[in-house]
DNA sequence: TAGATTGTTAATCGATTAACAATC
DNA sequence: TAGATTGTTAATCGATTAACAATC
């Protein structure tokens, strides 16, 4: 059944970050690029690149390097970019009410189409120009946007709770903005988003007892 | 000059979830915890954890476990938690005022106490209870208040800018939330806040073509 | 003491990188 | 063609895990 070999999952988390920088590059003029100079760009060894893409397809020509706009499409494929995907957000206190109101998800191609919260005082109002819905309703609601990924901005003490209900539901993908780390069964996919988390992981390097490796990036 | 061996990156980055694990145990009243029962509440291996731990000194017992106050001490301490961090934000706009507003920081040791944008629209203007700085002034500003720390929330177009001269001032930390990836020297760290990449590597595995490992969590 | 669990070593596993034949 | 750069293999590097003596 399986064509593709496996591809690793750090390989698919930097892709990408191959797609921004190739946007980037595409924006100034550029139309080909060897991995050379976009392992110079993203701070990459040029045989990453050309392993990581190399699990995908052969993308390149000998002598001459990627074409930007073919590389551009293809890994929009691969990361099913070519089409959009109609995002749920659950909670729309302070934090969800922002998320809704980001206007960075659509030009990516992710539109958010509804929105929940099971607090009766919030239900029913309008927040960034969504009716907010009764979060009991999920289900129904979803099924009808053709919601596969759900973001979650609830408090961390209800965040296991609501995932749990989200994936009863169907959902397949999970941005979780709630500080807590939490379950998901296999088949389903979830990011943490947590400022806290990766300032924590920072002061570790300004502490002078840190003889730590200086200078590493992370994307 | 070192006497701890070189700690590995991606155990240093563990140690925040490990610490969010044991505050979450001890609240609910637990006083010991062995490395086998820790791993899986974090779906992680019990070797792991000892492992990651031993870098670090001996915290645990046989026979016992890890007294779970001690350890969230040790964690504190060896993240550099057990002081509170001053912060500033750089760029005022949506995004940026809703961090300055975010609950979650203060409890964990970071104190926003500074904000800055070069727009002079805003400059001056009130936002979370703090003025708004020109960031003309930042160096200034951020030496008085001991600030080693910025969260950046400026346009992808000006981002790399804008931490050049973080750096430049001093800034030894950067939790980036431009949709941007971008470049700092050795000896300064630097965190991406990136909701669209964290969606954008999920929807690889949505897509029937992807045979994909199925059910990886991700911290 | 007997049972449990640590801290650590050595083995395994997987990811990164150097090198180079193929080829544009 | 000559020069450049890919795609891929094999070597290296580093992280994870199994196993177990030490010991609470």
């Known amino acids: 059944m399986t064509t593709e070999p496996q591809v690793p999952g750090v390989v698919v988390e930097r892709l990408p970050q191959y797609l921004r920088a190739l946007s980037h590059l595409q924006e100034i003029g550029l139309e080909v690029i060897s991995s050379q100079q976009l392992g110079e760009f993203l701070q990459a060894t040029p045989a990453q690149i050309r392993k990581d893409l190399s ?36 909670g729309v206190g302070r934090l969800g009410r922002s998320i809704i ?85 296999n088949g389903v996919r979830i990011q943490n988003v947590d400022p806290v988390v990766s300032l924590q992981s920072m002061t570790y390097y300004l502490n002078p007892h840190a003889n730590g490796e200086v200078g590493e990036a992370e994307a």
Do not use: H
């Open 101 to 185: 109101s980001y206007p960075g998800f659509e030009p990516e191609g992710f539109r958010v189409v509804c929105a929940f919260d099971s607090n009766s005082q919030v239900i029913g109002q309008m927040a960034g120009g969504l009716l907010v819905n009764d979060f009991a309703n999920f289900r129904e609601v979803a099924d009808a946007e053709g919601v596969k990924i759900a973001i979650v901005a609830v408090p961390a003490g209800v965040a296991q709770d609501v995932i749990d209900q989200l994936v009863e539901a169907g959902v397949k993908a999970i941005l979780n903005y709630a500080p807590k780390s939490t379950i998901v069964p």
């Open 55 to 90: 699990y995908f397809g052969r993308f390149g020509k000998q002598g001459r390097g990627y074409s930007i706009p073919n590389l551009l499409l293809q890994l929009r494929r691969i990361l099913g970019l070519d089409q959009t995907w109609n995002v749920a957000v659950v």
